[in-house]
T-cell receptor, first 111, second 111 residues
Framework: ELKVEQNPLFLSMQEGKNYTIYCNYSTTSDRLYWYRQDPGKSLESLFVLLSNGAVKQEGRLMASLDTKARLSTLHITAAVHDLSATYFCAVDINRDDKIIFGKGTRLHILP | SQTIHQWPATLVQPVGSPLSLECTVE??????LYWYRQAAGRGLQLLFYSVGIGQISSEVPQNLSASRPQDRQFILSSKKLLLSDSGFYLCAWSVLGYEQFFGPGTRLTVL
């Protein structure tokens, strides 16, 4: 059974700092997704990573995928308050119709 | 472009009452459709998914059921709600099981 683990689950950080959220998974997969959820809202797709070594960047967020290590990272550069949200990674089970979500990382950026 | 709708947006129901939540997708054909539940401050729990009309896969045994009467319509139902059914219900769609796109959600409170 595929397991997806995110850490940390909660992160409080100061504006201007850098930090990384980690997403580990237990079974071979070469497709991974990152989503953002604001409080009380639905999930918004951030990044789609489709191969080993894939790197995507959008503003202050950068996501990468290492399929050999079964690890994806979401790196935040010079955090700003607007990035406060919960971030989920989700892993595609190859040849299946489901994706498995991590528990989410609740990010709180202090102004 | 594709659009996903959910209604109602919020719902307050007494214990033991029936439930019907609806999800419709526009702008795509033969999508995979998913129902998730998110308890307050928690991660996503996949409840049901469907790869075609009349095809429903159940992930968690409980007092909920799902139906797909039309290609782009997905309905979540219950005959008798429990207190534990409270949560944020999210519908999502994908093509061929890849990246999922989420609807705005229905917040259900069972009293």
């Amino acid at each position: 059974e595929l397991k997806v683990e995110q850490n940390p689950l909660f992160l409080s950080m100061q504006e201007g700092k850098n930090y990384t959220i980690y997403c580990n998974y237990s079974t071979t997969s070469d497709r991974l997704y990152w989503y953002r959820q604001d409080p009380g809202k639905s999930l918004e797709s951030l990044f789609v990573l489709l191969s080993n070594g894939a790197v995507k960047q959008e503003g202050r967020l950068m996501a990468s995928l290492d399929t050999k290590a079964r690890l994806s990272t979401l790196h935040i550069t010079a955090a700003v308050h607007d990035l406060s949200a919960t971030y989920f990674c989700a892993v595609d089970i190859n040849r299946d119709d489901k994706i498995i979500f991590g528990k989410g990382t609740r990010l709180h950026i202090l102004p | 472009s594709q659009t996903i709708h959910q209604w109602p947006a919020t719902l307050v129901q007494p214990v033991g009452s029936p439930l019907s939540l609806e999800c419709t997708v526009e702008g795509t054909s033969n999508p995979n459709l998913y129902w998730y539940r998110q308890a307050a401050g928690r991660g996503l729990q996949l409840l049901f998914y469907s790869v075609g009309i009349g095809q429903i896969s159940s992930e968690v045994p409980q007092n909920l059921s799902a139906s797909r009467p039309q290609d782009r319509q997905f309905i979540l139902s219950s005959k008798k709600l429990l207190l534990s059914d409270s949560g944020f219900y999210l519908c999502a769609w994908s093509v061929l099981g890849y990246e999922q796109f989420f609807g705005p959600g229905t917040r259900l409170t069972v009293l």
